[in-house]
């Protein structure tokens, strides 16, 4: 069985502040690892995702994550957030070797603060 | 399609009465996931179809769940006899094939029993 770990419920930041969302994971094969995001009223949209190889990913809107194994960790950071980054932001697992549903963290609410 | 389309996008059901949503997947996608995300919470997966097989129902959570994909595309999901701890929004992924591939989203439907 595998989880998903998502500590902080909301995360209040600065506009043109750095952000970490942070995301654990427990799993007891392979992973493969994702983070969606919801805009309010929208669905869920891929933001980036890690397969393999290096292990720092990047989305197109300046958002990065970096998967650290030791830690069992994929925490999504972005070095200055725009009010249009507020957002509902999920991570999620899924397993290398099993079925191909998603296993969800509980999400994180970012709120972005003129 | 140009994305995944829920239908319908509300639906209020009295207790104990049997509802349908509707998936209409992207043109060509192999796969097609349900997940249930009720409020406040992450997406939760329920069932996944390759084509018109169903792989994984190990997330239904009870008999009262039934979905289905009889010709590989247009998915319903049938809950019969609703009880108030169904309410939630149904979302409805899919994908070309494989956990690889990007899971794409349509809006969900918000499903209230009263």
């Known amino acids: 069985a595998q989880s998903v770990t998502q500590l902080d419920s909301q995360v209040p930041v600065f506009e043109e502040a750095p952000v970490e969302l942070r995301c654990n994971y427990s799993s007891s094969v392979s992973v493969y690892l994702f983070w969606y995001v919801q805009y309010p009223n929208q669905g869920l949209q891929l933001l980036l995702k890690y397969l393999s190889g290096s292990t720092l990913v990047e989305s197109i809107n300046g958002f990065e994550a970096e998967f650290n194994k030791s830690q069992t960790s994929f925490h999504l950071r972005k070095p200055s957030v725009h009010i249009s980054d507020t957002a509902e932001y999920f991570c999620?697992?899924?397993?290398?070797?099993?079925?191909?549903?998603?296993?969800f963290g509980k999400g994180t609410h970012l709120i972005i603060q003129p | 399609g140009a994305g995944v389309s829920q239908s319908p996008r509300y639906k209020v059901a009295k207790r104990g009465q049997d509802v349908a949503l509707r998936c209409d997947p992207i043109s060509g996608h192999v796969s097609l996931f349900w997940y249930q995300q009720a409020l406040g919470q992450g997406p939760e997966f329920l069932t996944y179809?390759?084509?018109?097989?169903?792989?994984?129902k190990s997330g239904l959570p009870s008999d009262r769940f039934f979905a289905e994909r009889p010709e590989g595309s247009v998915s319903t999901l049938k809950i019969q006899r609703t009880q108030q701890e169904d309410s939630a929004v149904y979302l409805c992924?899919?994908?070309?094939?494989?956990?690889?591939?990007?899971?794409?989203f349509g809006a969900g439907t918000r499903l209230s029993v009263l």
């Open positions: 999620a697992v899924a397993s290398g070797g099993g079925a191909d549903g998603l296993t």
């Open positions: 179809f390759q084509n018109e097989a169903q792989l994984d």
């Open positions: 992924a899919s994908s070309l094939s494989g956990i690889k591939n990007i899971q794409y």
